[in-house]
């Protein structure tokens, strides 16, 4: 195992960051509504999430076992950062919803680690969530333009909006019940 995190805290982590970060986005709607519309081309945002991400990685490399390949570390590890610095350098259209389908991959390992082995069947709401990620994460890389059109559609109609806030606190709210279940 690479993280030593429960399932426990892996539901409380989600469900909570679910409920709260939907919550802001019923309160706070317009600045929400703008920030999502401006984040798929936003350079700041890329450059934050990518360089995240090019770091989880890389300390992935630098700390997992590699088997056969661990006398290559420093190569592989040379490489990550220069594909890092040249996808920083060459790959800014989109660079934003790339990042952030990267650590939607990055993160699924530890949440799906998780709930590994484990007996309880309400464990398969968390992983069923987290395989969406990976869906969603790989057509973000390959296909950065359908997030964009995704927010659009949802930020075009206050119901639709109303509907997907309350569909992330429900669901976050799921999670924290299936907590609270694996307890008793």
Aim: aromatic share 14%; proline share 3%; no cysteine.
């Amino acid at each position: 195992m690479i993280y030593s995190l429960n399932l426990e805290a892996a539901l409380l982590a989600v469900g909570a960051a679910l409920i709260l970060s939907h919550v802001f986005a019923l309160v706070a709607g317009a600045s929400v509504r703008g920030f999502l519309q401006r984040f798929p081309r936003s350079t700041p945002a890329g450059v934050i999430l990518f360089v995240a991400a090019v770091g989880w990685f890389a300390w992935l490399v630098g700390t997992t076992d590699l088997g056969e390949f661990t006398a290559m570390r420093g190569k592989f590890l040379f490489f990550t950062l220069a594909a890092g610095v040249l996808m920083l350098r060459f790959v800014r259209e989109f660079l934003a919803v790339r990042a952030l389908g990267m650590l939607l991959l990055l993160m699924a390992e530890p949440l799906l680690e998780s709930a590994w082995m484990r007996p309880e069947t309400g464990r398969l709401w968390l992983v069923g969530l987290v395989y969406g990620w990976i869906v969603a994460g790989l057509f973000f890389i390959g296909t950065p333009y359908v997030l964009r059109d995704a927010v659009q559609w949802v930020t075009a109609a206050g119901w639709r909006w109303q509907a997907a806030a309350w569909s992330g606190i429900a669901y976050g709210g799921l999670l924290l019940g299936v907590r609270a279940s694996l307890g008793s």
